[in-house]
């Protein structure tokens, strides 16, 4: 069964605390994807990446950066975690031409105080 | 940057019912995927339907796409209170299959027993 794995479904951290988001998948994508969702904005691209070392800003980069060291892991930074960054962050992979469906996490509910 | 806008915001049917959904968006694409999402959790992908399609079936599922439009729906037949979801179209953004996907902000199901 393919899957991607985040590595918390909840957490909590506090204002100016510097915040890493992990994400993994056992599929051997290509591309992964972080996206934020919020009540009525639906989802939004924060950043992806296509290969190793590889990223790409999406709509919404502001505040955050990403690190993929490994094809199968893509890691989400909140560099100083501010109130406004409270949100679920969902994490997806998909590969490439034939196969363009994408698979997500489970999702990332963050909480900052 | 929103591809795909889905209609309505939400929807309320009983059992047994059909819910119809409706995407639009703006550029040429090549294909155009559904999603659901049950509430706090990762999105799960429903069906794919190609831009040299017109119609497609999965069990309860019919999605139909129409180009000249930019448009498509998707159509539960006989709901179950198990269908209470979000649902998403995406489409893949600059139209082709690498890269990242668009979102709509989704539709918001209710089937009630």
């Known amino acids: 069964d393919v899957k991607v794995t985040q590595s918390s479904r909840y957490l909590v951290k506090r204002t100016g605390e510097k915040v890493f988001l992990e994400c993994v998948q056992d599929m051997d994508h290509e591309n992964m994807f972080w996206y934020r969702q919020d009540p009525g904005l639906g989802l939004r691209l924060i950043y992806f990446?296509?290969?190793?070392?590889?990223?790409e800003k999406g709509d919404i980069p502001e505040g955050y950066s990403v690190s993929r060291e490994k094809k199968e892991r893509f890691s989400l930074i909140l560099e100083s975690a501010s109130t406004n960054q409270t949100s679920m962050y969902l994490c997806?992979?998909?590969?490439?031409?034939?196969?363009?469906?994408?698979?997500f996490g489970q999702g990332t509910r963050l909480t900052v105080v | 940057s929103q591809q795909g806008e889905e209609d309505p915001q939400a929807l309320s049917i009983q059992e047994g019912e059909n819910a119809t959904m409706n995407c639009s968006y703006k550029?040429?694409?090549?294909?155009l995927q559904w999603y659901r999402q049950n509430s706090g959790r990762g999105l799960v992908h429903l069906i794919l339907i190609r831009s040299n399609e017109r119609e497609k079936h999965s069990g309860r599922l019919r999605v139909t796409l129409d180009t000249s439009k930019k448009s498509s729906s998707l159509l539960i037949t006989a709901s179950r209170a198990a269908d209470t979801a979000s649902y998403f179209c995406?489409?893949?953004?600059?139209?082709?299959?690498?890269?990242?996907?668009?979102f709509g902000k989704g539709t918001k199901l209710s089937v009630k027993p």
């Open positions: 995406a489409t893949p953004n600059g139209g082709g299959s690498q890269g990242n996907l668009i």
């Open positions: 550029t040429s694409i090549n294909n």
């Open positions: 997806a992979s998909r590969g490439t031409d034939g196969n363009p469906e994408a698979f």
């Open positions: 990446s296509y290969d190793v070392k590889m990223k």
